[in-house]
């Protein structure tokens, strides 16, 4: 374990090298499989997949038209900004003056605002389309197995309970992509912030980045855990708000930043799994009961997103819906 200083010299942060995140393989038994999900959204959070079924050729196209996208002039990039909230930005992240080390395309999945949207994205806006939607189709397809696995671990009814929000036409569903520079000096104390401490507000991310480290998880306060790169192939599965609430606080949606912490820079794509605007979330029935009644009370995801976005970062939004 290291422990270095961080920006406010009252507190430290300790850097848990020692720890790494559970990998799951989805070729393993179904129930196996369901029961590592299960503990692993318990105790970090944050898990990795292999074996889970999206066309390595997709993530190929998908990283290339990225890259070439990023390495595009800046006047170009900026065609397709602002991110407000949809489109190119860069180090202002959100509306509240929150900044980082880095640039980023903010998608939604529907395929009308994916093909627009393309013709100042790309030179060739057909091919760039047909790139996003064969990934979303995968990743999608892959947030769907497991919840669905998710579902069964916690003995929910039926087991499309999670999954079928993601499947759902209206849903609200969104794709990242981010680039963060390379960094001048490696473990640099304080560490330069690509991307600030935050829970993500969707019920599922699935992330898939390119060999540059940078991305830690905070299982506790002033704790950080760097998550590597192994397997090449995995992709890094977290737990968002909306699952801690449907799971009445047993998965919980853990805190992360990105670091600049690599002599390479660091791609990522980011696939947020989001209800429709309009579904209601509620505790799950097996998980809300008289012994352990619901901790938050519902809200519509409209409403939650809407006061994810009046929000910075860093602060906390679930506490606004927590029961008294
Ligand atoms: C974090 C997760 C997703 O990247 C995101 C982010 C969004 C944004 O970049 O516009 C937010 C952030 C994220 C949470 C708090 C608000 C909204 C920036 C911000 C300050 C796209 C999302 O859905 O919420």
Redesign the pocket.
């Known amino acids: 374990m290291v422990i270095i200083a961080s920006q406010n010299p009252l507190k430290t942060e300790k850097i848990r090298d020692d720890i790494e995140l559970p990998i799951i393989d989805l070729f393993s038994e179904r129930s196996e499989a369901s029961k590592l999900i299960v503990k692993a959204c318990e105790q970090f959070g944050f898990f990795k997949v292999i074996n889970h079924g999206v066309p390595q050729e997709n993530v190929s196209r998908m990283e290339e038209e990225t890259r070439t996208f990023f390495s595009r002039p800046g006047s170009e990039k900026q065609l397709a900004g602002p ?1 407000d ?1 949809y489109g190119y ?1 860069c180090q202002n ?4 003056g ?1 900044m980082g080390e880095v640039e ?1 395309l ?1 998608l939604q999945t529907n395929p009308l605002f994916i093909s627009q949207k393309s013709k100042c994205i790309s030179n060739d806006p057909n091919k760039f389309s047909r790139a996003v939607s064969s990934y979303i189709e995968g990743v999608r397809e892959l947030a769907c197995e497991v919840l669905d696995l998710m579902a069964e671990g916690v003995w929910a009814q039926p087991t499309s309970v999670l999954s079928g929000l993601i499947r759902d036409p209206d849903s609200d569903s ?1 794709l ?1 992509f ?1 680039h963060y520079p390379p960094a001048d000096v490696i473990h640099s104390s304080p560490p330069k912030i690509g ?1 600030g401490a ?5 019920i599922l ?1 699935l992330l898939r980045s390119n060999g540059s480290v940078g991305l830690q998880i905070s299982p506790e306060d002033g704790v950080w855990v760097p998550v590597n790169h192994h397997p090449a192939s995995a992709f890094c599965v977290n737990v ?1 708000d909306v699952l801690q609430v449907m799971t009445n606080g047993r998965f919980l949606s853990v805190r992360h930043r990105v670091i600049l912490n690599s002599f390479n820079s660091r791609t990522s794509m ?1 696939f ?1 799994a ?1 209800p429709p605007l309009h579904a209601t979330i509620n505790c799950l029935q097996v998980l809300g009961t008289q012994q352990s009644p619901p901790l938050y009370r519902s809200f519509t995801w409209a409403k939650y ?1 809407k006061a ?6 860093e ?1 906390s ?1 679930l506490d606004l819906f927590k029961v008294e």
């Open positions: 991110a909230p930005g992240i959100g509306l509240h929150d980023y903010l969104i990242r981010n991307f935050h829970t993500d507000p969707q991310t968002g980011a947020f989001a997103k994810t976005y009046t929000k910075r970062l602060e939004r």
